[in-house]
């Protein structure tokens, strides 16, 4: 069911969190916590989506995740939506703020409604998911966020500057959460994922010139695929991981 790939024994029955966990990454995601027998809710405005892809990891795996249907800019409603999650899993050890958007937008174009729009889209949920889940994290002794930046920013990509600002600022929210949650026994990194191979990513920007990038850039041949950040964020999830904190760990082929 792994391929090969690394199982993790404390991940087995650990209580997880994903948002945006319907379709892209966050599938990956819920589809390898489940095969690590970890309990899982995962979060998402795709209804459809969700509810075939909890169908398919019940039948192909045995491990049914739940999945509940939230549009996460309703900040308002995190908490409830939080607690609604505990009950459900019975604790709450580990939280995946994966849920984002990366739609292409000029600086011209960009409109005081817009940029708050895409900053609620791509970094406020993850504070404030953080928020609600963190007095869980404590009552389980300790636990893990894990924070989706992008590497964007950091190769000056152009043509979406409100969503290279919202994940420039992950990396700045893991680090202060890192230093207060840490007597806690709370872990907070930031995976940043390289351009992955999504159907999203295929259909909508993925063109000839883009497979010329990638082939310049990366210094691993070959599509980065969502199971590749999959197995970071599981290794992040990990009693293996447990002296972990306050980092970037970048999984882009070697293009940042």
Not at 112 to 128: G, M
């Amino acid at each position: 069911m792994n391929d090969g790939f690394a199982v993790y024994p404390s991940l087995k029955g650990r209580q997880v969190l994903v948002t945006g966990g319907a379709t892209g990454i966050g599938e990956g995601l819920v589809t390898h916590f489940c095969q690590q027998g970890s309990r899982v809710a995962f979060v998402d405005i795709a209804a459809q989506a969700g509810r075939d892809l909890a169908e398919r990891l019940a039948r192909e795996t045995g491990n049914r995740p739940t999945f509940i249907e939230y549009d996460l800019t309703d900040v308002g409603g995190i908490k409830a939506l939080v607690e609604s999650v505990v009950a459900v899993l019975g604790g709450l050890q580990v939280l995946v703020n994966n849920a984002a958007n990366d739609d292409r937008h000029s600086i011209e174009s960009v409109t005081p409604e817009y940029w708050d729009q895409r900053l609620a889209v791509n970094l406020r949920h993850q504070f404030f998911a953080s928020q609600a889940a963190i007095p869980y994290l404590k009552a389980a002794g300790g636990g893990s966020i894990v924070n989706f930046g992008s590497i964007s920013w950091k190769t000056r990509s152009g043509g979406m500057p409100a969503y290279t600002a919202s994940k420039a600022a992950v990396n700045g929210l893991t680090r202060g959460f890192a230093r207060d949650l840490g007597p806690f026994g709370i872990r907070v990194n930031t995976v940043v994922p390289g351009w992955v191979m999504t159907q999203r990513q295929r259909e909508r920007w993925l063109d000839e010139e883009g497979k010329r990038t990638l082939a310049r850039e990366q210094c691993l041949p070959g599509d980065l695929l969502p199971a590749d950040i999959a197995r970071m964020v599981l290794f992040l999830a990990a009693d293996d991981s447990r002296m972990c904190t306050c980092q970037e760990f970048v999984v882009d082929a070697g293009w940042a």
